[in-house]
């Protein structure tokens, strides 16, 4: 399981995402040996995080999505027409890599989850997590927060109502854009899917460790598994 940390300002101060204690910074053979025990035709799908900084020789994650914080990787302010996908479900694998600035020309893996759930609305999302989780990803008390807290019980109504949630405290990095996180709405009236990370796969890295043997690009890729794990590359 993935613990919470938080930087010595507390959450109301908070640059970056802190990385868990937890399932943090495997090295290839680790991680390989532990996702061959798993479907491995699942699908990938794996991205550029633009939001990741090179500090001090670590990888810092300075957005709000994916957010590792109280204990489980949500995916819920990032990556709005990726998560309409008809694949985008429960068994799933999602995984961010660093930009070249950030990798120094190469793509850093960031973090790596399998879905284990998936919410159709931050109402729905809210009242599935603990309160404890609900802490540390609130938006309106969390400068990164992902998970918008619906006023009362009529949000359940009109959950797509970014009228019907708190507003995000005044310095979140989504606080000119946060209205798209509830109300985005793709072709074909299909809103995205809130992604939750099953806990037992689901992993983070502050370090260089593990590239891709190719660039990512802009948007996101496809893959299954297996073939994934065949382009991973450890950096001595």
């Known amino acids: 399981m993935l613990c919470t940390c938080t930087c010595s300002g507390g959450r109301d101060t908070l640059r970056y995402q802190p990385i868990p204690k ?12 532990l996702l061959n025990t798993t479907d491995l035709s699942a699908p990938v799908y794996y991205y550029v995080m633009k939001t990741v900084r090179r500090d001090n020789d670590t990888l810092r994650h300075f957005g709000s999505g994916p957010n590792w914080q109280g204990g489980i ?6 990556k709005h027409l990726m998560r309409t996908y008809p694949d ?3 068994g799933t694998w999602i995984a961010g890599f660093s930009n070249f600035r950030a990798g120094e020309g190469k ?4 973090y790596l989850m399998r879905i284990g759930q998936t919410y159709e609305s931050h109402y729905d999302l809210w009242h599935s997590l603990p309160e404890k989780v609900r802490k540390e990803k609130t938006a309106d008390k969390n400068p990164l927060g992902d998970v918008y807290r619906p006023l009362d019980r009529e949000t359940q109504k009109s959950p797509f109502d970014p009228a019907m949630y708190l507003k995000p405290c005044r310095n979140h990095s989504h606080k ?6 509830i109300e985005y709405i793709a072709r074909g009236d299909i809103h995205p899917l809130l992604l939750v990370g099953d806990l037992k796969y689901s992993f983070v890295w502050d370090q260089y460790i593990i590239t891709l043997d190719r660039s990512i690009g802009r948007g996101q890729r496809r893959s299954h598994l297996k073939e994934f794990l065949g382009r991973l590359q450890e950096i001595a």
């Open 22 to 33: 937890k399932n943090c910074n495997y090295n290839l053979d680790s991680i390989i040996t």
């Open 88 to 90: 985008i479900k429960q």
């Open 107 to 110: 793509n850093f893996l960031m």
């Open 176 to 181: 000119r854009s946060w209205r798209k996180d």
């Open 73 to 78: 990787i949500t995916l819920c302010t990032c």
